[in-house]
């Protein structure tokens, strides 16, 4: 009878044994899944297997191995229970970027270039033609009873289209001094300053030709007698650049009368 009891108490000490080790093993898996460690399903599996299966209690009386299949029925659905992995919170999917139309620019539209009047084309100078022996249209010698007055208007014209100078020489052909003149004009050096700067008009004042003496008091005002020859130099406009009845004359000379020619060209 009291082999019996010790069997007994043997039993149950043993039962309790089972049980703390099962409470032991489920705690444990509850922890680790709370924390989210855990290996695969059959790691947890064999892991509670182990822990859930102590040393097996012998029995006294008989000295066999007392029955695991109540321990282990026990532990084998609590071990399923625990071994499924935890279940992963889905992380927050990235919210995909969302296109934005670039803003519309506009641009203003350009101004137009100020346009500033171009100005008036400046009036080119007459330019004086190229020298040409003759050119100056003078002669030796007074022309009578020419229309004096008509030769002065067309030299004036030509001096104003190519920008020369209009001679005009009052003298006679019995006056030495327009002769002894006349012979200077004739060089090629101040022959040559004529014909590239002067048209020459001449005008016989010794015959008495009153129209002839209109004429030179037209172009010369001054008080008394006229010393032949009297020179009068016009623009292309036909007014008096100078004349030699106030002046007085050069000197009859190829210098003086070359340099009277370059003064008023």
Not at 97 to 106: E, K
Not at 193 to 217: M, P
Request: net charge positive; proline share 8%; charged share 20%.
């Amino acid at each position: 009878m009291a082999a019996h009891r010790r069997k007994q108490r043997s039993a149950g000490l043993q039962g309790l044994v089972r049980l703390s080790a099962v409470s032991l093993t489920v705690a444990s898996a509850a922890v680790a899944t709370a924390c989210g460690v855990g290996g695969s399903k059959n790691d947890a599996a064999q892991n509670v297997s182990v822990a859930a299966a102590p040393d097996a209690p012998v029995d006294l009386s008989t000295g066999d191995p007392a029955p695991m299949e109540a321990a282990t029925a026990t532990a084998s659905p609590t071990a399923a229970a625990t071994s499924a992995p935890p279940t992963s919170r889905p992380s927050p999917a990235a919210s995909s970027p969302v296109a934005r139309r670039p803003a519309a620019t506009t641009k203003a539209a350009p101004r137009p270039a100020r346009t500033t009047a171009a100005p008036a084309p400046a009036r080119p100078a007459p330019k004086k033609s190229a020298p040409v022996s003759g050119s100056s249209g003078f002669t030796s010698g007074y022309p009578t009873g020419a229309d004096a007055r008509g030769a002065v208007k067309a030299a004036v014209a030509a001096a104003k289209a190519d920008g020369r100078k209009v001679l005009i020489d009052f003298g006679a052909n019995w006056c030495g001094n327009c002769k002894a003149a006349d012979r200077v004009f004739a060089t090629s050096g101040v022959g040559g300053l004529l014909d590239a700067s002067y048209h020459v008009v001449k005008v016989d004042i010794g015959s008495q030709d009153s129209s002839a003496f209109d004429l030179l008091r037209d172009y010369c005002t001054g008080e008394g007698a006229y010393k032949m020859p009297v020179l009068v130099v016009l623009d292309g406009n036909g007014k008096v650049v100078t004349e030699t009845h106030s002046t007085g004359n050069p000197e009859l000379t190829e210098a003086g009368l070359g340099a009277f020619l370059r003064k008023w060209a």
